[in-house]
């Protein structure tokens, strides 16, 4: 049985409420139940990091748990391989995942996660990352990493940020669902998991279930309908690797 723990957020801020404060009850329930006191955060995914640093900071305070940033760190392979939690935070896909083989962190990262369970909670971008590929996310490849090829610590793609068309709208440009269709009409394919703002995927061994608000998530798979799978939704069927 595979030791991973994932928190998988589709955004880290939802509208009237403050940074991860829409996940916090379980944020808490990870890092507690794995006696989590400190966690490593991951800022790749913006330019600022020092600015990332300190916002993330202050949330983790205020559920109960430090943070420190990798990017102050002069050895970032042994700062994971000492982390007791692991944070990759949101921003643009493809600077998160260069940077993360700049830093040689794909196998590293895969390690500590799979092999000796340490938690790993992603937010957008971070979540991204979490999948087979980053094939599937919505941001601009504003630099090129080596490979397209994420930390596959599940065996399916996620579209953070999953929006359905509105309803009378004017716009004649391709709705995400198509998109992803687009996806699938290559040859190298995954299921796709569209998390809506404020949905989460929480892995736990061979587990997965649909968490946060209220939205359901929407499954995709090649040359199947659309499935929609609500809060609470047992997922771990995802997690057997079959390749659609």
């Not at 998160?96 to 340490?118: C, E, P, W």
């Not at 569209?194 to 949905?199: A, D, F, Y």
Request: net charge negative.
């Amino acid at each position: 049985m595979s030791k991973r723990q994932l928190l998988l957020l589709s955004n880290s801020t939802m509208h009237g409420s403050g940074y991860l404060e829409y996940a916090s009850d379980e944020i808490k329930s990870l890092m507690s139940r794995n006696n989590v006191s400190k966690v490593l955060f991951i800022p790749y995914a913006l330019h600022d990091k020092d600015s990332y640093e300190h916002k993330a900071r202050k949330a983790f305070a205020k559920l109960g748990f430090a943070l420190e940033s990798i990017h102050r760190s002069n050895d970032p392979v042994e700062a994971v391989s000492q982390a007791e939690a692991i944070f990759v935070g949101g921003g643009n896909t493809f600077r998160l995942l260069r940077a993360l083989y700049d830093n040689k962190l794909i196998d590293s990262i895969r390690n500590v996660v799979l092999q000796q369970g340490t938690p790993y909670m992603g937010a957008s971008a971070g979540t991204n990352v979490a999948t087979v590929n980053i094939c599937t996310t919505n941001d601009m490849p504003i630099v090129y990493p080596q490979s397209f090829n994420a930390l596959n610590l599940v065996p399916f793609n996620i579209n953070p940020h999953y929006i359905e068309p509105e309803a009378n709208s004017t716009h004649m440009g391709e709705t995400r669902e198509e998109r992803i269709k687009q996806y699938f009409e290559e040859e190298e394919h995954y299921p796709v998991l569209g998390l809506k703002e404020g949905s989460i995927l929480e892995v736990d061994g061979d587990k997965a279930f649909i968490r946060g608000l209220s939205q359901p998530a929407k499954l995709f798979t090649k040359d199947n309908k659309p499935q929609e799978y609500p809060v609470g939704a047992d997922v771990s069927f995802l997690l057997k690797g079959v390749k659609h």
